[in-house]
């Protein structure tokens, strides 16, 4: 009879080995499967730092977010890679003077712009964007479209760690090139060849500041058919573009 008592609590200790065991290896794996998240999204996280080194090369030619949904999709896009010397220089000054005034003299993020915003929206002001041109450039690359404080979390440190390794050049080359200017037509080549029929070296003064104010709403603001309030932006850029001289000392000497 002892020796039935004794087997038996041999079994019961060794059932709960065993269960300690099993209870064990799934802790184990559990942490295994935390640590793996936690890899990757660190790895996301500093992706698009690494990429920001690796489009110092002039050769590689980057792609937006939206030209990546749209291969996903299978829908296709038109872009044509276009050096900055091969872009008319009106285009850029309307661009400067429509997107990002200071573009030169910041570096990456207009602060007195963005504490100006903020303190409209604390006074229960209407917002509005204070997106400067390296910040619409790190979203085009790595972000999504619409408005979240967690998009605007990361592309602020994105923008000033572009800002610091690109040149202003190479800034503005990467942001003509994958900025939105109609369903499917990325980049200025594209958008000056859809919208005027001319490539981008040979846009006139009129037709930039069509494109440049465009570029708030690509899809809605039609360059190549453009209404009479995008026409009177039109003119109000023109205008600024041609006293821009003193603004883009960093892109043309």
């Given at each position: 009879?002892?020796?039935?008592?004794?087997?038996?609590?041999?079994?019961?200790?060794?059932?709960?080995?065993?269960?300690?065991?099993?209870?064990?290896?799934?802790?184990?794996?559990?942490?295994?499967?935390?640590?793996?998240?936690?890899?990757?999204?660190?790895?996301?996280?500093?992706?698009?730092?690494?990429?920001?080194?690796?489009?110092?090369?002039?050769?590689?030619?980057?792609?937006?977010?939206?030209?990546?949904?749209?291969?996903?999709?299978?829908?296709g896009y038109d872009r044509q890679w276009v050096e900055f010397d091969d872009i008319a220089p009106v285009l850029v000054q309307s661009v400067m003077m429509s997107e990002d005034g200071r573009f030169c003299s910041h570096g990456g993020v207009d602060w007195v712009?963005?504490?100006?915003?903020?303190?409209?929206?604390?006074?229960?002001?209407?917002?509005?964007?204070?997106?400067?041109?390296?910040?619409?450039?790190?979203?085009?690359?790595?972000?999504?479209?619409?408005?979240?404080?967690?998009?605007?979390?990361?592309?602020?440190?994105?923008?000033?760690?572009?800002?610091?390794?690109?040149?202003?050049?190479?800034?503005?080359?990467?942001?003509?090139?994958?900025?939105?200017?109609?369903?499917?037509?990325?980049?200025?080549?594209?958008?000056?060849?859809?919208?005027?029929?001319?490539?981008?070296?040979?846009?006139?003064?009129?037709?930039?500041?069509?494109?440049?104010?465009?570029?708030?709403?690509?899809?809605?603001?039609?360059?190549?058919?453009?209404?009479?309030?995008?026409?009177?932006?039109?003119?109000?850029?023109?205008?600024?573009?041609?006293?821009?001289?003193?603004?883009?000392?960093?892109?043309?000497?």
């Open positions: 009879m002892k020796r039935g008592a004794d087997s038996q609590a041999v079994d019961i200790i060794s059932e709960e080995r065993e269960e300690g065991e099993m209870s064990a290896g799934r802790g184990s794996a559990l942490r295994r499967g935390w640590r793996r998240l936690l890899l990757l999204g660190l790895s996301l996280l500093l992706l698009p730092y690494l990429l920001i080194i690796l489009y110092l090369i002039d050769f590689i030619h980057p792609v937006s977010t939206l030209m990546l949904r749209d291969l996903v999709l299978l829908r712009q963005m504490q100006s915003v903020v303190e409209e929206a604390l006074d229960g002001g209407q917002t509005r964007g204070a997106s400067t041109i390296p910040m619409q450039t790190v979203k085009n690359l790595y972000l999504w479209n619409g408005r979240s404080f967690v998009r605007k979390g990361m592309e602020v440190p994105l923008a000033i760690a572009a800002d610091f390794v690109w040149s202003k050049r190479r800034m503005m080359e990467i942001y003509l090139n994958v900025a939105e200017w109609g369903d499917g037509i990325y980049g200025v080549e594209a958008a000056a060849r859809h919208h005027f029929g001319v490539s981008a070296a040979k846009l006139s003064r009129r037709q930039a500041a069509l494109l440049a104010v465009s570029l708030p709403n690509p899809i809605d603001r039609n360059a190549g058919k453009p209404g009479r309030g995008l026409k009177r932006l039109a003119s109000v850029i023109e205008r600024r573009a041609s006293r821009s001289r003193d603004y883009i000392t960093c892109l043309y000497d």
